[in-house]
């Protein structure tokens, strides 16, 4: 969606080192959800924000709202080959009736 | 254990024929959605479904159906309207609408 706009579209990290995925909105955002996904299968919810500068973490992914609701980002640390996949981000925002709107996904792929 | 499960994994149709793709959830979930996730793209909303007996549809809808007739069923028919129906199909389900949504596996439809 043009709305929302993942960067890198991929990304290949050796194992161990760190990465950023970032999710950004031309408007404001009421809330970001942040989901992986193996190829060829359903998606597994990471975590939702929805205040401005709220962050959060689970294991070694944080989560990061920006102030203005515009960006979040995605960062692993230490990553593992458990971590490749695909990382979608998706949207919430108020003008469009709070339907979900989707970024295209961030490929990660954990070199060993 | 709770979860949604979908019906059949892979999946192949001739041209020109209608297909149905199965959608059952046991989470207790009142609302529930259909994906079209095409390469290098976001989820796109076929359709969604508020509660039982009603639907809406999403930003893609031409040449879909859809049925909503029990709490934890919601089935997809591709119809020969369709025309580029050769996709991967993801149903979700929410407590209620636009809350998080948890993902069924997928259905790959290949139109031969």
């Known amino acids: 969606s043009q709305e929302l706009e993942q960067s890198p579209q991929s990304l290949i990290v050796q194992e161990g080192k760190n990465l950023t995925i970032n999710c950004t909105s031309s408007k404001t955002l009421y809330g970001l959800y942040w989901y992986k996904q193996k190829y060829g299968e359903g998606l597994i919810f990471l975590m939702m924000l929805q205040k401005g500068g709220e962050e959060k973490s689970h294991e070694k992914i944080t989560a990061k709202l920006d102030e203005k609701k515009q960006q979040s980002s995605l960062h692993i640390t230490a990553s593992q080959p458990s971590h490749a996949g695909i990382y979608l981000c998706g949207a919430v925002f108020q003008d469009s009736n709070y339907q979900l709107i989707w970024g295209a996904g961030t490929k990660l792929i954990i070199k060993p | ?112």
């Open chain 2, 1 to 112: 254990d709770g979860g949604i499960t979908q019906s059949p994994k892979y999946l192949f149709r001739k041209e020109g024929q209608n297909v149905t793709l199965s959608c059952e959830q046991n989470l207790n979930h009142d609302a529930m959605y259909w994906y079209r996730q095409d390469p290098g793209q976001g989820l796109r909303l076929i359709y969604y479904s508020q509660i039982v007996n009603d639907f809406q549809k999403g930003d893609i809808a031409e040449g879909y159906s859809v049925s909503r007739e029990k709490k934890e069923s919601f089935p997809l028919t591709v119809t020969s309207a369709q025309k580029n129906p050769t996709a991967f199909y993801l149903c979700a389900s929410s407590i209620s609408l636009w809350n998080e949504q948890f993902f069924g596996p997928g259905t790959r439809l290949t139109v031969l």
